[in-house]
């Protein structure tokens, strides 16, 4: 690894928030999307609220306006009837009628061309036309029947306004002026009309509104009754007399503003109204919502273009940087990632490295004392069979040192998954409670024992001595955690797993679980409690092999193991092992013996370790076989070659030169089929390669009795 590779993963890797960066610019987005909606929202109310202030106050203009142009043509038309009366005086029908063409031309200078002035007729008693300023002389006619007539009759000396009507002599749209004369007496002399023209008035109004479609001017009678609009309306309609204008008219408010939806067109309009002067009239501006309503849309959506153009160059900008944040955050998780995966896998090799030196380290030295230890055993037996010759208790005192150094070697195996395995079908419900004692006289006077087993336990496929060790392991281990005593549970139930977290395949498994109410462990000591020589017990008290053990021994079946403990309340560790199921054509096993045991003859014997090819051919040849000692299988195999024949080829599997044991084994089976041969190793290596041979195995140090069963030599 390079320097600037080393510092890099050495260092501890920065922290960096990604979250809060990303909610930082979600904030900035979202402020940038309702701050701006806010604004625009307020803005667009009080520009609303503005316009139509604007619109009251330009329709508040217009009706004054139009109102003191209303007053100067009816002031006009006051002054025209005041000096018409004056005129006539007291006459009657019959004066009038006599002075017709006097009356005529002052009528005419009283006219005096005034646009707003269509004509002006003098009407007697009856309504009969007597002068006008239409016609020489006036034609026949009465109006005696209509409304302004009666209502003048009525309402003298006051002027009445009539309704529209198209004049009878002028054939234009007018309404008049009606004064009723009266008497010294106060008797009726008959009327004066002014009739004006409705165009005078419609022409003015426009050019007040300057054409404007959307503004209207009006002008009402206090009843209600239209007499001049612009525009006017489709049809000539006439307005409601149930509107709100129509109420404040009949109120006789002198002004106001009204809004209204009108029941001609449907459309709602803003409403000034003026009444004119002392008149029984009102003038009346108006202006459509709807197009104050359009100029504001207009308005704001240019303004709303104008205030998206820089939200959208910011929210781009908000989304840019979100889209690169996504991206920073997956690279950096990445590195993070690789860098982690890095660090994790220099500390595995490193693991790995220390695992593997310490696994070769404790195989080899297994596999040295194990042929010290063959040497001894065969020594031991061989006193054995000569009765000992006095020397019975010292054997017996190697004998059992043996075994001891048997069962360490056996333990230093497992851990370094080298052990030879001697698996066989385990009916834990008969074998738990025979290990039962020994379990119990290894937990000591102060710790209580129990074994539960569930009812129809599957059988497991295992090495029971191998089992036993586990148990034993962890029952020393509950011991030294209970020194006060305590209780040691041993429960055993079929379970099947589905989905679990042991890493074990779905399936069917015994489970057995070990449980003490001792002191219990840290989650810290529990994750490191299988690793290999680890131990927090004092110095010289522990090897840190049991656990390992353990977790061997329960993988080495198929199977795993698992620790649960909590500080002060005990510790459980749980075996799952997996449910063994006897197949009805099964083959022998592999590492059976051979069904047929090898007559007295010659025997092959292949052990590069002189020490225990001595100890071993001295046990055969007590068998009554002759024995030939090979240090290689490249010289057995000479040999063989050569055309010797033997009753049994015995070899060790681990030997110098080109070929091992196993390959002897391969040669022979295809060279001489009906060759019987038996491997014997301290080693599990490349033993499912034996097995499937079908050649029989012997685990290093055996004892003479799977000697014995290999061989039976004549005396």
Not at 643 to 656: K, N
Request: charged share 25%.
């Amino acid at each position: 690894m390079h320097r600037a590779e080393r510092i890099a993963v050495d260092l501890p890797v920065p922290s960096r928030d990604f979250a809060a960066t990303r909610r930082m610019l979600l904030i900035v987005l979202a402020v940038s999307i309702l701050f701006p909606l806010a604004c625009l929202t307020g803005y667009g109310y009080f520009d609303y609220q503005r316009r139509i202030t604007d619109a009251n106050d330009s329709i508040e203009r217009l009706s004054r306006v139009a109102d003191e142009q209303a007053v100067k043509v009816l002031d006009l038309n006051r002054q025209m009837g005041s000096r018409i009366i004056e005129l006539l005086g007291d006459s009657d029908d019959a004066q009038i009628r006599a002075r017709e063409a006097e009356l005529y031309q002052r009528l005419r200078e009283i006219d005096g061309d005034f646009p707003q002035v269509s004509s002006i007729a003098l009407l007697g008693v009856d309504g009969d036309l007597l002068v006008s300023t239409l016609a020489y002389p006036a034609p026949a006619m009465s109006i005696a029947e209509r409304e302004d007539f009666r209502a003048a009759k009525i309402m003298r000396p006051h002027a009445y306004f009539s309704q529209p009507m198209m004049g009878p002599l002028s054939k234009n749209n007018v309404f008049t002026t009606a004064i009723g004369r009266s008497g010294t007496n106060g008797e009726f002399l008959g009327v004066v009309t002014v009739a004006l023209r409705t165009e005078y008035f419609s022409r003015f109004y426009r050019e007040l509104t300057g054409g404007d479609p959307d503004v209207a001017l009006a002008l009402f009678r206090q009843d209600g009754e239209m007499l001049v609009r612009y525009p006017p309306w489709p049809g000539n309609k006439r307005p409601s007399s149930h509107s709100a204008f129509a109420a404040a008219l009949r109120d006789k408010q002198l002004f106001g503003f009204v809004r209204q939806r009108s029941v001609i067109d449907g459309a709602e309009r803003l409403l000034a109204f003026r009444r004119v002067g002392d008149y029984p009239l009102y003038v009346m501006s108006a202006y459509t919502v709807s197009a104050i309503a359009a100029a504001w849309r207009n308005h704001f959506v240019a303004i709303v273009l104008l205030t998206a153009v820089p939200c959208v160059a910011i929210w781009l900008l908000v989304f840019y940087s979100l889209r690169r944040l996504d991206a920073e955050r997956r690279a950096w998780e990445r590195w993070q990632g690789e860098v982690a995966m890095r660090l994790s896998a220099e500390a595995s090799t490193r693991q790995l490295q220390r695992m593997g030196a310490l696994g070769n380290l404790v195989a080899n030295v297994a596999h040295d004392f194990n042929n010290l230890l063959m040497v001894v055993s065969a020594n031991v037996e061989l006193a054995r069979l000569k009765h000992y010759n006095g020397l019975q208790k010292e054997v017996q005192a190697v004998e059992r040192a043996t075994a001891s150094a048997e069962a360490l070697t056996r333990r230093l195996l497992s851990v370094a998954r080298k052990q030879p395995l001697k698996q066989e079908p385990i009916d834990l419900a008969r074998w738990l409670p025979a290990a039962a004692p020994l379990i119990d006289s290894g937990l000591g006077d102060t710790v209580e024992l129990s074994v539960n087993v569930a009812e129809n336990l599957w059988q497991v496929l295992a090495d029971p001595t191998d089992l036993e060790f586990a148990i034993m392991n962890l029952a020393m281990n509950a011991r030294d955690a209970m020194p006060h005593g305590g209780r040691f549970v041993i429960r055993c139930q079929n379970n099947r797993l589905v989905g679990s977290d042991t890493e074990l395949p779905d399936g069917e498994y015994v489970l057995i679980a070990c449980s003490d109410d001792g002191e219990g462990m840290t989650e810290a000591v529990a994750r490191r409690a299988f690793e290999p020589l680890f131990t927090t017990k004092l110095r010289g008290s522990g090897t840190g092999l049991g656990l390992a053990q353990v977790l061997s021994m329960c993988e080495q079946a198929g199977g795993t193991a698992k620790i649960d403990s909590v500080p002060g309340s005990g510790t459980t560790v749980r075996l799952y092992l997996p449910r063994y199921r006897a197949r009805g054509a099964e083959a022998a096993a592999t590492d059976a013996l051979p069904a047929t045991p090898v007559s007295s003859g010659m025997v092959l014997l292949v052990e590069d370790n002189e020490d225990v090819a001595a100890g071993v051919a001295a046990v055969l040849e007590t068998f009554g076989c002759e024995v030939r000692h090979e240090p290689t299988a490249d010289q057995a195999l000479d040999v063989l070659t050569g055309g010797a024949r033997f009753e049994l080829v015995l070899s060790d599997i681990q030997m110098p030169g080109k070929l091992n044991g196993i390959d002897l084994a391969e040669k022979v089976r295809s060279a001489w089929p009906s060759q019987k041969i038996a491997l014997m190793t301290g080693y599990a290596d490349e033993l499912e390669r034996a097995r499937r041979l079908g050649i029989a195995i012997l685990a290093k140090p055996f004892n003479i009795d799977e000697l014995h069963a290999l061989v039976v030599c004549a005396p």
